[in-house]
Every structure is written in structure tokens, then in C-alpha cells.
């Protein structure tokens, strides 16, 4: 290990692209095992960006224009940003290519945030695997990379015959799916747990490991490590055609063209599209599934403990209502089929509906107020399974229909993913001791930043985000290209006023920023 001088050096001769995140770890992980990271603080808060720490020597990562990456990665949205961050620790050049101006602006940008522990996904499945996969991992980095975890646990609620009937069947399959502390509840039991539930409510069972995440701190974390360990991002650069040669990859975007090994595509709601730019063909055919959500204040949080899930239906794990870890309580998703792919129109009937189905399950919602909507769209398709393959004659690695548990197995799908590259002949030596970001916090528990000195005082009051926290943001190898990814980066504008009072500061702060950087 170098010293910290010699770190500070390195840094200092990358200030331009410093990224603003606190610390670095600096982890011997073996397989990623994080146990004995070393922490590094960095004057003024500054990280090194391009950097990689290999042989006791920080080194500039090669990311010219002469030869090819190892792997390009198709797409930023939660498993792109995952997978990146896979390759990337297995010491891949990878190249992150992105059609929207931010990351996570597709599917990954409108859900509800739970970890699941797959008591519910298909016996034996893909997507069961994958899940497990990912919430293990989730708790095994989540502390290094400071991000936050509310072991809340989860109630699958039953409020008629028909429902109650099937709590013995759903149980059964948890248990199947290695889920074993799966506790069936009374009436009375669960309103002791849950007293301000409907008194129609018939009978539940307790899932005690569902959690609640930050949906968008995790993806940019594993995305920051990627970017901190060598990887490119390329942002408004979308794919428009390809040409595999038997040995490599030309791919051509709107910012030019790239060369790669291997092609991964985690395009999301444009996967089947993309399979047909590399391949000339897709075995899947996406169809964009809405779900909108509604957001009651703050104040509504103490309402419920837990997760409250329904009894999921063939097509969707229906209506939740739970708690934030910013604080607030949502309901939703709803499951609305449509063919249009950019967009996800807000209906204030359906919302209306939904806010009335939380009203059923929680009555005293009739008195919070709703601070916020939003809508967001799953790449759902006629299969129910994951769509992934390995197409190893184009080296080609398709994600495809991750619907409502992308968040929970992104991690574990990365891993796969990994695996069918290495069938496919990808082999480097994994990174010995790679950077490891620590993330800002932005839920609820804290420690946030206007409790810390020196912020330069409270832009957005309902989410006590700071002039700092907005500036650091917007540094960096992964700052915000959007007003849309400042907001999910820091939670500015998104509270009780929606940005009434302070969307004029955090524009002004965009503009700022991003003239000193032009």
C-alpha cells in the first residue's frame, strides 16, 4: 500500500475529474470481501477518479481510443450499473454506453424500493437465484458503500376466503424457495403488530427479512466503483448500429464508434431492440408495463412497521403499501400493460383509485396528505422468466425482462452474467484491492448533511438537502447530467413542496456547475 502522501500526489494530478463522494476504501478483498478495507480521507472531501490501485501502484486506466474494451455494456439503468461494476472488480476495461442525457432514467427510476428475499419468485427459477444472489451481496457491501437497509420485514396480507385459502400455498413456496422463517399470523396477531390496518383484514403471514433500500443510491454506487476502478461512461450515446467481425465488436453510437470484445446488453425497455441492432433478431419481445405510485408525507410513515403486500395475482405482486427510508409512505405500483416505451403518462383517476385502495388498507391515510405522484415503466414480456442469455458465436450476453425484482437481483444477476461470460472465454485477474466509494446519505437514519459543519447552509428544506451536497453532486465522474438525476442523487425538490420554494435554487446550482465545467 502506498502512503497517503504518495495517494494525495495521485490525486492531486487528477482534480479536474475528482469525484466528491468523502472517502475511499481501499479493500484486500480477495472475492470482494470487504471486511478489512483500509479507509483513506481525502482532503476537501476528493476522491480519485480514473484511478486503479494494482500492485502497490495507482495507474491511470488505458481508456483511449487505441484497441478494444473487454466489455461494453449496453445500457445504465440498475443492472447495467451493476453489471459494470462486476467487470470492472474482475479487471475488465469496460465502456458504459447510455442513450439518455443520466443513468437510471428508463425502468429503474419509477419503483418501490424493497429488497426481496424471493419467498415469492418461480421455484427453481432464474429469477429466484438471481434475487438470493443479490440480497446476500446487497448485505454484504452495503456498509462499505454506505448505503442504508431497513430490515423492516414484510406482511402479506389476506382480506377475504379466497386469499386466506392461499397463505398455507404461499408459505409452502417460501419455504421451497429456502426462505424458512416464514411465520403465520392470526387476525389478532397481526393487528397487534400492525394496529392501524382495516378491521376487515382476515389473516397474514410475516416475512421478517424484506427490507427497504435506497433505489437510487445503490445503482449509482455500484456504477461510482466501476467508474473509480477504470471503467468509461458514456452518457446521451445511443447505440444506432453494430458490427462483430469474428474477433470484435464495432460499435456505432451517436458520439462515434467503440470497439469491444464483448457486447452485454442491459437495455431494459429497449432490449429486444438492441438484441436486434447486434443480432439481427430477439427471442423476446418487450411490452412495457406501467405501475404509478402515490406518496403521502412524511407524517403517514408512523402509520405502518412493516412492508404490507397482498396476495400477488399471476400477473403482478399487486398493490403495496410501505414506508420510505427517506421518510415518507407510498402506495402502488399499479400494472398497466401499454406499447409505448418512453413514456409513462400519469392517470388522476387511476391515481385517485390508488390512493383509495391505501385508504382500504389503512384507513387514517384518509387523513395524510399526498405530497407526490410518479409512474414508472417494467420491461415486462410474454415469458415470466428472465430473459438471459450467452449468444457465444457474437459474444453477445442479452439481459432481457427484468421486471419488478431488477432492483433485488442486480447484484445477483451481475454474477450470473459473469459466469456466462466465462464460459464464453472472458478470463483477467480480478482487481487485489479496489476503490471503494462511500456514499452520501440521503435516508432518513442518518447521519445527513446539514447536521454536519460546513455545508453552506439548506437549499431544499422538506428534504434538508444542502448547497454542498447539490455542488458535489454535480462534480465528478458520475455527476449529474440532468436536473432529473440531481434530484434521484440528492432528493432535492422531492419533499412536501415539490421544488415550490427552492427549484429555482437547485436550477440555478445546475446552470452554475455546469458552465464552470463547459
Known sequence: MTSNNQTKRACNNQTKRACLIGQVYYANMGKFDYKNARTVNF????????????????????????????????????????????????????????????????????????????????????????????????????????????????????????????????????????????ELLTRAETIALEPNLAPHLRAAFRVPRESLIDPWSAPHAYLLQALLNGADLRRNCGLTSALYDGACWRLETSQGAFKAKMAINAAGLYGDLVDEILMGKSTFRIRPRKGQFVVFDKTASALVRHIL????????????????VYGNLLVGPTAEDQEVRDNADLVPETLAELKQKGVGILPALAKEDVTAVYAGLRPACAEKEYQIAGHSAQMVITIGAIRSTGLSSALGTAAHVFTIAQTMGFEKKPLDQPIVPVMPVLAEEGPRDWQQPGNRGIICHCERVTRRELEQALEGPLAA?????????TRATMGRCQGFYCSGAVDACFREKREDTQ
Open 309 to 324: 403486500l397482498p396476495v400477488p395475482t399471476e400477473k403482478t405482486k399487486g398493490i403495496v403499501v410501505c414506508r420510505t
Open 43 to 182: 482532503f476537501s472531501m476528493q476522491a480519485v477518479s480514473k484511478l486503479r490501485y494494482q500492485n502497490g501502484d495507482l495507474k491511470m486506466q488505458d481508456t483511449g481510443p487505441h484497441g478494444a474494451y473487454d466489455i461494453v455494456v449496453i445500457g445504465a439503468g440498475v443492472i447495467g450499473c451493476a453489471v459494470a461494476r462486476r467487470f470492472s472488480l474482475e479487471g475488465a476495461r469496460v465502456l458504459v454506453l447510455e442513450k439518455a442525457p443520466d443513468i437510471l432514467d428508463g425502468a429503474s427510476k419509477g419503483n418501490s424500493a424493497i429488497l426481496h428475499t424471493g419467498f415469492d419468485a418461480p421455484e427453481g427459477s432464474l429469477e429466484l437465484s438471481c434475487v438470493q444472489a443479490g440480497y446476500r451481496e446487497y448485505e454484504e457491501i452495503r456498509a462499505a458503500l454506505n448505503l442504508p437497509l431497513d430490515r423492516c420485514g414484510a406482511l402479506v396480507l389476506a382480506w377475504n376466503q379466497d386469499q386466506e385459502d392461499r397463505l398455507p400455498e404461499l408459505m409452502r413456496q417460501g419455504l421451497a424457495n429456502g426462505v424458512d422463517d416464514l
Open 481 to 489: 447530467n440532468s436536473i432529473g438525476g440531481l434530484k434521484r442523487r
